[in-house]
């Protein structure tokens, strides 16, 4: 009896060392990050990886509603000419640096987007994280728009003074407009 204990002890050893081999030489690996990436050096027909990252963040929700993963954003400074419009349960994080490939969040990392559009089927489960938020308005200057939607906007500097207007319609600037809507908005400034 002690003999075949031992001998299955270690068929079950030897099952186990080439499992975690095989699995480690097939880049298996937990900390793989399902994410997609936007970062300026990327390009429009980028995959989104960490390592080929697109650079438009529209493609981006729409690669990461397909896919049913949030985005990343590295720093830097992304105008979008007709804001970006939330999807529902796709997540954009900002404040990330990217050193070829290997993607951190860094609070010194600053990353800027422009009017932010979460229109009503956006729920607190859409996040937008980590982003200096700005309005690029000709007239009245809104940063974020909640039109009957309710995402949750944590950790965020909005600034809705109009990037493009004549500084004598900042009267009409607005960081966050909610209308019809539940958002959760904790920690901006």
Known sequence: KNRI???CLIALSITFLFTMLACAGSGSNADVDSSIHVDNSGTITGQGTATDPVNDIARAISMAKEAGVSV???????????????VEGVSLYGG??????????????????????????????????????????????????????????????????????????????????????????????
């Open 5 to 7: 204990y031992k001998s």
């Open 72 to 86: 990343k954003i590295a720093e830097g400074v992304y105008n979008s000419e007709n804001g970006i419009v939330m």
């Open 96 to 189: 990330f640096k990217n050193n070829n490939g290997a993607w951190t969040k860094d609070a010194s990392a600053v990353t800027t987007i422009n009017n932010v559009i979460c229109l009503e089927t956006i729920t607190t489960d859409t996040v937008i994280d980590g982003f200096t938020i700005v309005s690029n308005a000709t007239t009245e200057a809104i940063a974020v728009l909640c039109d009957g939607g309710s995402p949750t906007i944590s950790n965020n500097i909005i600034n809705a003074a109009p990037q493009l207007a004549p500084s004598s319609l900042t009267k009409l600037a607005n960081g966050i407009y909610c209308v019809n809507s539940n958002a959760k908005i904790v920690d901006n400034k």
